[in-house]
């Protein structure tokens, strides 16, 4: 009975401590969230550069979602000349992305979904603060593995401090244990 007592304790202790900087989403707080609103994106019938969703977020700015691939492997070649888009960063990461330091404006990701289970990936960009972070926009990834690039526009509002940056990063509130690879474009 000690036994029993014992490993039955451990496994609550474990499962809590595991569990305390948690930032994954469960299905039932993800079905109360604003899904209602979003769209679910299936990638079987859109081509290659077509625009998938397009929103105005409550900042006045906006969001595109286009798909690139459906080959998570595909090498993504941007050009990267004067007035056009650079690489600020990339990561590879199960729950959240390394930070990146934006000047505002015009911000892209380019996602890289290497595993599907069934269900939607959600994302969250979030704008980092020394003491906070808020949340930037919430966003429903494709219902499939592939490549698509998420375009914000006009995210100035998110510039602050003496560097005059917006120091961003991508979280993934979905499939905790599988790998998304991102970059930052600014």
């Known amino acids: 009975m000690k036994k029993i007592l014992l490993t039955v304790g451990l496994m609550l202790v474990f499962g809590i401590v595991s569990n305390v900087n948690s930032t994954y989403a469960s299905a039932s707080e993800i079905d109360s969230?604003?899904?209602e609103n979003e769209q679910i994106i299936d990638f079987q019938n859109v081509e290659n550069g077509q625009i998938i969703e397009s929103t105005v977020l409550e900042?006045?700015?906006?969001r595109e979602i286009i798909k690139i691939s459906d080959d998570p492997y595909a090498n993504v070649m941007m050009p990267m000349d004067a007035g056009r888009w650079d690489l600020i960063g990339d990561s590879l990461f199960k729950s959240r992305s390394q930070t990146v330091y934006s000047h505002g404006g015009d911000f892209k990701l380019i996602i890289h979904q290497y595993k599907y289970s069934g269900t939607t990936y959600m994302y969250k960009l979030v704008e980092e603060d020394p003491l906070s972070e808020f949340s930037v926009d919430d966003f429903t990834g494709p219902k499939s593995v592939g490549i698509f690039?998420?375009?914000?526009r006009g995210i100035n509002g998110w510039v602050d401090g003496d560097d005059g940056t917006a120091e961003l990063h991508l979280s993934k509130l979905t499939y905790p244990f599988d790998d998304v690879y991102v970059q930052f474009w600014d």
């Not at 900042?59 to 906006?62: A, L, P, Q, R, S």
Request: charged content about 20%; cysteine-free; glycine content about 18%.
């Open 33 to 35: 969230k604003n899904v």
């Open 149 to 152: 690039e998420v375009v914000y």
């Open 59 to 62: 900042n006045g700015g906006t």
